[in-house]
Nanobody, 118 residues
Framework: QVQLVESGGGLVQAGDSLRLSCAAS????????MAWFRQAPGKEREFVAR????????SYADSVKGRFTISRDNAKNTVYLQMNSLKPEDTAVYYC???????????WGQGTQVTVSS
């Protein structure tokens, strides 16, 4: 069982930066693929970024590529999402997810709100 707690969200202006953190419980954090998703009002949840267990392989949604960076610190059981050059369309609740399986991610955090004003 893994529990995920996101933090770092807030209200910022367009062009600003934020760093989200996701702290995970459990001793097997390093064995999990970790990801960030987001859900804007009235829209479906969408994939943002993913990082493999070792941290050497990452992937991003086209909408955030070049602006967002996902990273992890296995010693701290934490995954990060550095978000630069934020745009109003990045406004959403951001969720951390862990444990990729054939049917999706097993574990989800409660989400953290990111609001970008124009």
């Amino acid at each position: 069982q893994v529990q995920l707690v996101e933090s770092g969200g807030g209200l910022v202006q367009a062009g600003d930066s934020l760093r989200l953190s996701c702290a995970a419980s459990g001793r097997t954090f390093s064995s999990y693929t970790m990801a960030w998703f987001r859900q804007a009002p009235g829209k479906e949840r969408e994939f943002v970024a993913r990082i493999r267990r070792s941290g050497g392989s990452t992937s991003y949604a086209d909408s955030v590529k070049g602006r967002f960076t996902i990273s992890r610190d296995n010693a701290k059981n934490t995954v990060y999402l550095q978000m630069n050059s934020l745009k109003p369309e990045d406004t959403a609740v951001y969720y951390c997810a862990a444990g990729l399986t054939s049917s999706g991610y097993e574990y989800w955090g409660q989400g953290t709100q990111v609001t970008v004003s124009s």
